[in-house]
Nanobody
Framework: VQLVESGGGLVQAGGSLRLSCAAS????????LSWVRQAPGKGLEWVAAIESGGDEIIYATSVKGRFTISRDNAKNTVYLQMNSLKPEDTAVYYCAEQATMTSNFGSWGQGTQVTVSS
């Protein structure tokens, strides 16, 4: 699976962005997908995951209630709607595929930069 993220940018605190993760080369319908981020100078932080059918979803505590993960298997795309953004959400955001939500990550995208100004 080849993954391509888009939708990042610069936004003020309190604003919103929607990230997309589009798959090419093969369908994502059989995979779980996660969003993972890396803030400047920090390690990877898992953000959210969605199972292949979209019926099971989990979030990191740091984003729960503000971020929403969803998927459209017909479009081979997973989304991350980010609301009430904070400066600490500034990071490069990656999507990654998994066999299930608890499996190791397989393919990763190249990432998209999100910058939240205060």
């Amino acid at each position: 699976v080849q993954l391509v993220e888009s939708g990042g940018g610069l936004v003020q605190a309190g604003g919103s962005l929607r990230l997309s993760c589009a798959a090419s080369a093969s369908a994502i319908s059989g995979y779980a997908l996660s969003w993972v981020r890396q803030a400047p100078g920090k390690g990877l932080e898992w953000v959210a995951a969605i199972e292949s059918g979209g019926d099971e979803i989990i979030y990191a505590t740091s984003v729960k209630g503000r971020f929403t993960i969803s998927r459209d298997n017909a479009k081979n795309t997973v989304y991350l709607q980010m609301n009430s953004l904070k400066p600490e959400d500034t990071a490069v955001y990656y999507c990654a595929e998994q066999a299930t939500m608890t499996s190791n990550f397989g393919s990763w995208g190249q990432g998209t930069q999100v910058t939240v100004s205060s």
